[in-house]
């Protein structure tokens, strides 16, 4: 089973951009729906991004324009990309994965709510000051 590892959390300044990496290990992990979720304290954990075995993404209205999820195929790393960041994305961000779903004749991946992830990682705090 995939196993999964954040790291790049840290404390910016609003306006500022910062990198997050989620190390994805284990048999057949590049085949793997991978995805970015982030709680803060007293909220519910939120989708961010995700990312398909085949580079499509999906995007949380509340960072599209200002996030961006890709993947390094050669190892398996997922990556988000955060710009223009704002107080309101100060969480603990976490990886997550899913093998995803075959559906209609084709494979893809689960919506970003937490209840269809079962793989998470240990996640990374991210803090942005006003």
Do not use: H
């Not at 089973?1 to 954040?6: A, G, I, M, S």
């Not at 057949?28 to 993404?57: H, N």
């Amino acid at each position: 089973q995939v196993q999964l590892v954040e790291s790049g959390g840290g404390s910016v300044q609003a306006g500022g951009s910062l990198t997050l990496s989620c190390a994805a290990s284990g048999s057949t992990s590049s085949t793997y729906c991978l995805a970015w979720f982030r709680q803060a304290p007293a909220k519910e954990r939120e989708g961010v991004a995700g990312i398909e075995s085949d580079g499509d993404t999906d995007y949380a209205d509340s960072v599209k324009g200002r996030f961006t999820i890709s993947k390094d195929y050669t190892d398996n790393t997922v990556y988000l990309q955060m710009n223009s960041l704002k107080p309101e994305d100060t969480a603990k961000y976490y990886c997550a994965a899913d093998p995803g779903r075959w559906i209609g004749g084709t494979w893809s991946c689960p919506a970003l709510v937490r209840y269809e992830y079962n793989i998470w990682g240990q996640g990374t705090q991210v803090t942005v000051s006003s």
